[in-house]
């Protein structure tokens, strides 16, 4: 099932969250929906996959850093940083 966007239009994007969700990385399961931001709670790399399509690892993300990134999918191969939280 394929990533829902609730701001298709990037409207509201830097309001705060109302909804968020724990993040399993998967290689084929996308996120229900398409992220605002990504918390990273445990230091490591995060590959992702964005709404426009294109995947990307950020590499060494210190543990308690946003991603103010829209991700539709967090890739379990390359990921090494743990309680990552999709916010949306």
Known sequence: MAAQDRFPGAEDL????L???AVTP????????ASKRL??????NVT???VGGESVEYASVPAG???NVRAVQVK????TATNI???Y
Do not use: I
Not at 26 to 33: E, T
């Open 14 to 17: 830097l309001s705060p969250a």
């Open 19 to 21: 909804h968020a969700g």
């Open 26 to 33: 998967s290689d084929s399961a996308q996120l229900a929906f």
């Open 39 to 44: 918390w990273v709670g445990g230091a490591g």
């Open 48 to 50: 992702l996959v964005t």
């Open 65 to 67: 850093t946003y991603l």
């Open 76 to 79: 379990a191969t390359g990921t």
């Open 85 to 87: 939280v999709a916010e």
